[in-house]
């Protein structure tokens, strides 16, 4: 997907559609108000949003609902939360041990 | 065992561990940071091709932190970001979602080490800033191949992120 030219400028833009989101899921037409740019404009920098995973869209009643997509970084909290339990728990038995070594001298 | 810390518990860009240890508080400094190797589930958590025998952290501020191999290689995962000896530990994490390093990509991981005791310690470890990790760099880095700007992007979603 090619942007338009301007390069920064877009990037500026993408950030800007990224923080009209931030209070919850809107439409093309909510994120366009106000901003500088054609509808159309705005719904091509959602599609490379979208391909690059950082919103999801779903419908709501006629309205297409855009979102920040949170579900890439809460699937890899949920693994590093188990990961963390296994480290510690294997840590606790190896300073336990070491302690008790310890104690015995 | 473990259980999670009650406080921020929901944030979804940090995960926070306690744990409360038999052991005197130097005894589980030095365990952590000194004999790493012998505790951290090497078989399954490593990045290097070959076995890993250790998993060391140099002890000062910057030093490196990587796993050993059994042919000698060494790989790293991160480096020390603070060292206070006793007492607090914080490291970068320059692993990816793929298990593999990226050192542009910094989670961190700080580990509090607080006496209970004589002979207990409690320790508090959290890992944070994995909203890092949300932007999915590769298919960025595709999109923004020809513009170059999309590690500017990705500072920025994550500022985004974090204050959501």
Same mark, same amino acid.
Request: aromatic content about 8%; glycine content about 8%; charged content about 30%.
């Given at each position: 997907?090619?942007?338009?030219?301007?390069?920064?400028?877009?990037?500026?833009?993408?950030?800007?559609?990224?923080?009209?989101?931030?209070?919850?899921?809107?439409?093309?037409?909510?994120?366009?108000?106000?901003?500088?740019?054609?509808?159309?404009?705005?719904?091509?920098?959602?599609?490379?949003?979208?391909?690059?995973?950082?919103?999801?869209?779903?419908?709501?009643?006629?309205?297409?609902?855009?979102?920040?997509?949170?579900?890439?970084?809460?699937?890899?909290?949920?693994?590093?939360?188990?990961?963390?339990?296994?480290?510690?728990?294997?840590?606790?038995?190896?300073?336990?041990?070491?302690?008790?070594?310890?104690?015995?001298? | 065992? *473990?259980?999670?810390?009650? /406080?921020?518990?929901?944030?979804?860009?940090?995960? =926070?561990? #306690?744990? +409360?240890?038999?052991?005197?508080?130097?005894?589980?400094?030095?365990?952590?940071?000194?004999?790493?190797?012998?505790?951290?589930?090497?078989?399954?958590?490593?990045?290097?091709?070959?076995?890993?025998?250790?998993?060391?952290?140099?002890?000062?501020?910057?030093?490196?932190?990587?796993?050993?191999?059994?042919?000698?290689? *060494?790989?790293?995962?991160? /480096?020390?970001?603070?060292?206070?000896?006793?007492? =607090?530990? #914080?490291? +970068?994490?320059?692993?990816?979602?793929?298990?593999?390093?990226?050192?542009?990509?910094?989670?961190?991981?700080?580990?509090?080490?607080?006496?209970?005791?004589?002979?207990?310690?409690?320790?508090?470890?959290?890992?944070?800033?994995?909203?890092?990790?949300?932007?999915?760099?590769?298919?960025?880095?595709?999109?923004?191949?020809?513009?170059?700007?999309?590690?500017?992007?990705?500072?920025?979603?994550?500022?985004?992120?974090?204050?959501?």
């Amino acid at each position: 997907m090619k942007l338009e030219p301007g390069g920064i400028r877009d990037i500026e833009f993408l950030v800007q559609c990224l923080q009209r989101l931030r209070g919850g899921g809107r439409s093309v037409g909510e994120i366009a108000e106000g901003m500088e740019v054609s509808r159309p404009a705005v719904s091509q920098h959602l599609k490379i949003l979208k391909a690059a995973r950082l919103v999801t869209v779903h419908a709501q009643g006629t309205r297409r609902v855009y979102a920040v997509d949170t579900r890439g970084i809460e699937s890899l909290r949920k693994w590093l939360d188990g990961f963390w339990d296994e480290a510690l728990t294997a840590f606790t038995a190896a300073a336990e041990r070491e302690a008790a070594r310890e104690g015995k001298q | 065992m *473990t259980e999670p810390l009650m /406080s921020k518990a929901a944030d979804p860009n940090r995960v =926070r561990k #306690v744990v +409360s240890v038999q052991a005197p508080q130097a005894v589980a400094w030095r365990v952590f940071t000194e004999k790493m190797g012998a505790w951290w589930p090497l078989a399954y958590y490593k990045i290097g091709k070959a076995n890993a025998v250790d998993a060391v952290i140099e002890p000062r501020v910057g030093g490196r932190w990587y796993e050993r191999g059994d042919d000698g290689s *060494t790989c790293q995962w991160g /480096s020390v970001l603070v060292w206070e000896p006793l007492s =607090r530990l #914080v490291l +970068s994490w320059d692993i990816n979602a793929d298990w593999q390093y990226d050192p542009a990509l910094k989670t961190e991981i700080e580990v509090r080490f607080n006496a209970d005791g004589s002979d207990r310690t409690r320790v508090e470890l959290e890992h944070r800033h994995l909203d890092r990790y949300g932007a999915r760099r590769d298919e960025m880095r595709r999109i923004y191949d020809s513009e170059g700007d999309w590690g500017k992007l990705l500072d920025m979603f994550a500022r985004v992120a974090a204050e959501a």
